[in-house]
């Protein structure tokens, strides 16, 4: 992972957020931001000091002396997120980063999510909402039963969906694209979503620097 597979000191340059909490709710806010800092190679000072200002700008520097267990659920995922990006990662996970979040919230942190990616960031983002897919991401890679089945510049894509011709991977074991049978998204070989489905579905999406995943 990022060119090291030695001793693991890649971990500390790279920034995940699960889609499940991750908190430790009995530890106050700004203990618990200290600790993740320091087990990420920071300074117990520094980590401090970067918390106070990811707090500050995410609304929640009063709330800093307090438990993590008397936040709201949308507090503690921007607790969460403060936590991910804190040691400012190469390369950043966010998984579900909005869920919890009301639309001013979501808002605030996509804007840090763009800001990341325009600091040149390689970024893995997963969602099961499209309309943000579309607005982050520059390419797309659908990937279903375990093999890639649309890849492309995620502008293409759309023109060649709207006109009846997506770009997706032949049935036909070659593994070459099947752009010019102009198998619809709908009718491609693309199993069932939802309860009971077999298999969960995951668009990889691609883009300056970085590459992002959503699942359908």
Not at 51 to 79: F, I, N
Not at 167 to 175: F, T
Request: hydrophobic share 30%.
């Amino acid at each position: 992972m990022l060119g090291d597979d030695s001793n693991g000191s890649a971990r500390q340059r790279v920034g995940y957020l699960p889609e499940e909490r991750g908190v430790y709710k009995k530890m106050k806010v700004i203990d618990h931001l200290e600790f993740l800092g320091e087990i990420r190679g920071m300074t117990r000072a520094i980590a401090r000091q970067r918390a106070m200002t990811w707090l500050e700008r995410l609304g929640l520097l009063e709330w800093a002396g307090k438990r993590v267990e008397d936040l709201s659920k949308g507090m503690q995922q921007k607790v969460q997120f403060i936590g991910t990006v804190l040691h400012d990662p190469e390369l950043l996970i966010p998984d579900e980063p909005f869920s919890g979040l009301d639309p001013i919230n979501q808002n605030v942190l996509e804007e840090i999510v763009r800001d990341f990616h325009a600091r040149g960031t390689t970024i893995v983002f997963s969602t099961h909402l499209m309309d943000q897919a579309e607005r982050l991401c520059e390419s797309v890679c659908l990937i279903s039963r375990a093999e890639k089945v649309l890849d492309g510049d995620s502008r293409e894509i759309k023109h060649r969906e709207r006109s009846g011709l997506p770009c997706l991977r032949s049935s036909d074991g070659s593994g070459k694209p099947d752009c010019a049978g102009g198998r619809d998204l709908r009718t491609g070989p693309i199993p069932p979503v939802g309860p009971g489905s077999p298999t969960e579905n995951r668009l990889d999406y691609s883009g300056s620097g970085r590459t992002e995943r959503s699942r359908l």
